[in-house]
């Protein structure tokens, strides 16, 4: 089933700045200090957003900036045992259920996303275990989960490195969710973890993003992935060596694109486009390798 006019109805245009004012398809940038650009869904952003959602998210990091996290990561990544690169990982998930007259999700989806975890990583050598689900009734966090990012999180955040706190709230009709990288747990721990729009999870409402993989390609950047367009198609774009460079997010499940003149086609079925949930089912062993990279410089 497509239907792929809906999302361009819905998406708005949006400024990637910082706490701008919450409109119903307006993306704050919760964050102040990033760059702050408008730009649509066919251009690199961190956070996931439906097809034709002109959208961002706030730490999509330019070139100078995954320039440093790199330059950090390999730093750690040179100091660290081989056996700590290669030991599997367990996760432990804190569900954070935030609702309001709506989104009380139940048990039943949420271990439903708990498995749709545990497939799409099962390759990489991530296993996801329940920890716990944690309700908690905020109109206000619930329907703007951006604007109230740093007090919601301030409240909520559990655990410690290893512990994903996977939000679940209403994300407006653009933007299907965001999340934090590894490398910057230290600095902010309580702010760690992943924001998911309450719809995307597995039999949502959202069409074609209601299979729960926007909580799989938010915790790939919790793991420490960047999206497979980042950097387009000059320089180290993703930094992992097997996903093929790609010029811009990938909409749909367009077989065959190609928009770079290096080899191979657009990674479209990769977890870390912006493909439909449907499309969308693999990660690259490179993906993996850097996976367990990150884990072990920012999370073991
Ligand atoms: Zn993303």
Known sequence: MKRAGIAAVLGMAAAFTAYAPAAPATLAAPSAGHASSTVCADQPAQARVRAGAHATERNQPGAAQVAAMEKDFQNRVGKLRKASTAAAITVRVHFQVVYGSAGNVSDSVLNKQLTVLNNAYAGSGVTFT????????NAAWF??????????KSALHTGNAQDLNFYTADLGSSLLGWATFPSSYRSQP?????VVHYQSLPGGSI?????GDTGTHEVGHWMGLYHTFQ???SGSGDSVSDT???QSPASGCPTGRDTC???G???????????YDSCMYEFTPGQSTRMKNQWAAYRA
């Open 130 to 137: 329940l920890a716990e689900i944690r309700r908690t009734q």
């Open 143 to 152: 329907s703007d989960p951006e604007g109230n990012e740093r007090k919601m």
């Open 190 to 194: 309580s702010m760690d973890g992943v």
């Open 207 to 211: 069409g074609n993003y209601n299979e």
């Open 231 to 233: 950097g387009g198609c």
């Open 244 to 246: 093929p460079a790609e």
């Open 261 to 263: 003149s290096a080899p």
């Open 265 to 275: 086609a657009d990674p479209i079925h990769n977890f870390m486009d912006y493909s």
